[in-house]
Nanobody
Framework: QVQFVESGGGLVQPGGSLRLSCVTS????????LAWYRRTPGKEPELLAW???????DYADSVKGRFTITRDSAKNTIYLQMTSLKIQDTGTYYC?????????WGRGTQVTVSS
């Protein structure tokens, strides 16, 4: 059962920006730490950023200072504002809980950084 719906990906040049969105259910939005992950074939999901209405927001070192995670309680939505994008940021981006629920992955949204 899909619990998350991601959107906002696309093709962008190095140095560019994108804003990703992820909608989930009210129950998950309220009860869990929510996070953005990047998945590439053959590798474990890479945790990028996480947010909770009480716990501190934090980021992986690879995106700290470039990405910003935010949440909108009225829309049960989290966002990932990505700036100064690099070629190595290319991948499929997903949201999930932290730690992630293995059966709850959505379809993700593809981000391609290329000149």
């Amino acid at each position: 059962q899909v619990q998350f719906v991601e959107s906002g990906g696309g093709l962008v040049q190095p140095g560019g920006s994108l804003r990703l969105s992820c909608v989930t259910s009210e129950r998950i939005f309220t009860d869990h730490v929510l996070a953005w992950y990047r998945r590439t074939p053959g590798k474990e999901p890479e945790l990028l950023a996480w947010i909770h209405h009480i716990l501190p927001t934090d980021y992986a070192d690879s995106v700290k200072g470039r990405f910003t995670i935010t949440r909108d309680s009225a829309k049960n939505t989290i966002y990932l504002q990505m700036t100064s994008l690099k070629i190595q940021d290319t991948g499929t981006y997903y949201c999930n809980t932290k730690p992630y629920l293995p059966t709850a992955w959505g379809r993700g949204t593809q981000v391609t950084v290329s000149s």
